[in-house]
Every structure is written in C-alpha cells, then in structure tokens.
C-alpha cells in the first residue's frame, strides 16, 4: 500500500511544533477576514520561514507578497498581530481598512520560548525569575551559593544551577535568543561571569552596578583581550531610569529594558511617543524634526 503523503495542514503543523521545540523559528499566516471576491479565503495559510521560504499560499500574488515584505519584521517582534491588506497588496492601517474591501491576515511566530539567563540568585535575582516568567521566558538561574540556587527558592525556574560561576558558564548553552543578566553578589563574581560571556551571541547581556564599578570592570576585560565590540553591547549601568530602589523594582527597569531590547520600544512614556512602526530597533528609527 502506498505511502500516503502529509496534507500541507499536517506540514505546516510539523513545522511549527518543531520551531517550539527549538527549531528554526516560523511564521503562520492566517486569513481571519477577506473581501467576497478576495482570491484567498478565510482559513487560508501560509507558512514563512526566517529564510524567505514559504509553504503554502494565501492567493498566490499580492497578498503572499505583503506577508512576505511583512515577515522580516514580524520575526523581529516575536509575537502575534494583524495586518490589513487590499485586494492588490498594499499595506493598509486598520481605519484605512474599516471603509473598503481588504484581507485581515493574522501574523503569529513561534519560536521556544527565549531564554532569561540570571547569574545571581539574590533578591534582584529572584524578583527577576518572578518577573521574567511572566513575561513569558524560560527563566535559568545561576548561583554559586545552594541555599541561593535551589528549586524550592526558584519554583518558577525551568533551570536552576549551582556551581562556580565560570564553570557552569563555560559549557552553558547561549544563543541569539538569550537574555543575560549579571547580578551576583560582588564585582568579581561580575567580571568572572562577563569574561565567559561577553563574546556570546546573547541577544541581550547586562550588568548590574554603578557607573565607575561597571567601568572598571569593562576596561579590565578589553585590557585583557576582549573584543571592544563585544564590550561596547554589554547594558551597564543596566535598566531603564524609572527611579527604580527595590530589588523589584530594580528588576522591572531591568525587565523593560529587555523587553525594549526585544520587541524594539522607545523607552518614553506612550503619552510623548509617536506610535512607532512595530520592529524596528530604537537605533534604527529617525527621530521627528526637532527631536
């Protein structure tokens, strides 16, 4: 009896059940809304990978090609939204869309969950496991010390390691999608866990601590032959200045600084902020005249 071949469904469902276990990310479109006439139908999917590669169609001309334009930036928020699109392909804001014919086309990634590296198992530590698996990250907590780096402190952790900071650091498994967050006890505990991963392709690395002792500790890893641009990306003093004192509050600037890192905010408050366009890093967007 012949083999039968997996529907496109079954395909796209392999795909994204993969990319959750940490495969190569994906992205899902999703016809929730077209014109009567519209060439693709609601239910309609098409799955984009982080290459460029498609599986499925939407019409198969236009409309395939604005999720296509739209995906590069999409992977960058790493989360789910919706566009608006007419019959023809032009991107449409959703009151431009309100009064004429256009396709409704839900944009959802999946990717494992990114990673909160915590080296540090102390209160601003701890706040930081609370807060960060909240936010939806897979939270691993780093400490030296067992009555700090334990599960019945960390509940919430899906990885807790005790151990010398150097040597678990040194065969940990870093990638694009990892968030490094130094908060030990002292500077040397610091620059020890830095010097392992500076150089990592951490999305994210930053370091707790005032200007002239996280300067100190930057200058003695360049001296020592770390790369300056490697150094340069590390977010010290870390955090965004909301006047935070508390070892929770400490770790809401820091967890908003990540998520800035992340999804690409401004760090102002909404109410001065021009609606940005979603995606693009602070570092990439123009200011308005006069900014």
Same mark, same amino acid.
């Given at each position: 009896?012949?083999r039968?071949?997996?529907?496109?469904?079954?395909q796209?469902a =392999?795909?994204?059940?993969a990319?959750?276990? *940490?495969?190569?990310? !994906?992205?899902?479109?999703?016809?929730?809304?077209a014109?009567?006439? *519209?060439?693709?139908?609601?239910?309609a999917?098409?799955? !984009?990978?982080?290459? %460029?590669?498609?599986l499925g169609r939407l019409?198969? *001309?236009?409309?395939d090609?604005? !999720?296509?334009?739209?995906?590069?930036d999409?992977?960058?928020?790493?989360?789910?939204?919706t566009v608006?699109?007419a019959?023809? &392909?032009a991107r449409?804001? #959703?009151? @431009?869309?309100?009064?004429?014919?256009?396709?409704?086309v839900?944009?959802?990634?999946?990717?494992?969950?990114?990673?909160?590296?915590? +080296? %540090? $198992? %102390?209160? /601003?530590?701890?706040?930081?496991?609370?807060?960060?698996?909240?936010? $939806?990250?897979?939270?691993?907590?780093? =400490?030296d010390?067992?009555?700090?780096?334990? #599960?019945?402190?960390?509940?919430?952790?899906?990885?807790?390691?005790c151990?010398?900071?150097?040597? /678990?650091?040194?065969?940990?498994?870093?990638d694009?999608?990892?968030?490094?967050?130094?908060?030990?006890? &002292?500077?040397?505990?610091?620059?020890?866990?830095?010097r392992r991963?500076?150089?990592?392709?951490?999305?994210? /690395?930053?370091?707790?601590?005032?200007?002239?002792?996280?300067?100190? !500790?930057?200058?003695h890893?360049?001296?020592?032959?770390? =790369?300056?641009?490697?150094?340069?990306? /590390?977010?010290?003093? +870390?955090?965004?200045?909301?006047?935070?004192?508390?070892? @929770?509050?400490i770790?809401?600037? +820091?967890?908003?600084?990540?998520?800035?890192?992340? #999804? $690409?905010?401004? *760090?102002?408050?909404?109410?001065?902020?021009?609606?940005? #366009?979603? &995606? +693009?890093?602070?570092?990439?967007?123009?200011?308005?005249?006069?900014?």
């Amino acid at each position: 009896m012949a083999r039968k071949e997996p529907t496109q469904a079954a395909q796209i469902a =392999d795909e994204v059940l993969a990319a959750r276990e *940490g495969g190569p990310p !994906v992205l899902v479109a999703t016809v929730i809304s077209a014109p009567a006439a *519209g060439a693709a139908p609601i239910g309609a999917k098409m799955l !984009v990978r982080a290459d %460029g590669s498609r599986l499925g169609r939407l019409d198969g *001309g236009p409309l395939d090609g604005a !999720v296509l334009a739209e995906a590069p930036d999409a992977f960058r928020r790493h989360g789910v939204e919706t566009v608006y699109v007419a019959p023809g &392909g032009a991107r449409l804001r #959703r009151l @431009e869309a309100a009064g004429r014919d256009s396709y409704q086309v839900m944009l959802e990634v999946h990717e494992r969950p990114a990673t909160l590296l915590v +080296i %540090g $198992g %102390g209160h /601003v530590g701890k706040a930081l496991s609370v807060i960060g698996d909240l936010c $939806g990250f897979s939270v691993a907590i780093v =400490d030296d010390r067992p009555e700090y780096a334990n #599960r019945e402190r960390f509940p919430e952790a899906a990885d807790v390691v005790c151990g010398r900071f150097e040597e /678990v650091l040194r065969d940990y498994p870093i990638d694009a999608g990892t968030y490094i967050v130094c908060v030990t006890r &002292g500077h040397k505990h610091d620059e020890e866990s830095l010097r392992r991963v500076v150089g990592s392709p951490a999305a994210y /690395v930053g370091m707790i601590g005032s200007k002239r002792r996280v300067g100190a !500790v930057l200058q003695h890893l360049v001296e020592d032959g770390a =790369d300056p641009q490697a150094v340069a990306r /590390v977010h010290t003093p +870390i955090g965004l200045d909301i006047g935070a004192e508390t070892p @929770e509050e400490i770790a809401v600037a +820091i967890m908003a600084e990540i998520i800035q890192a992340r #999804r $690409g905010g401004s *760090g102002r408050p909404l109410r001065e902020s021009r609606k940005p #366009r979603p &995606g +693009i890093a602070p570092a990439e967007r123009l200011p308005e005249p006069g900014e």
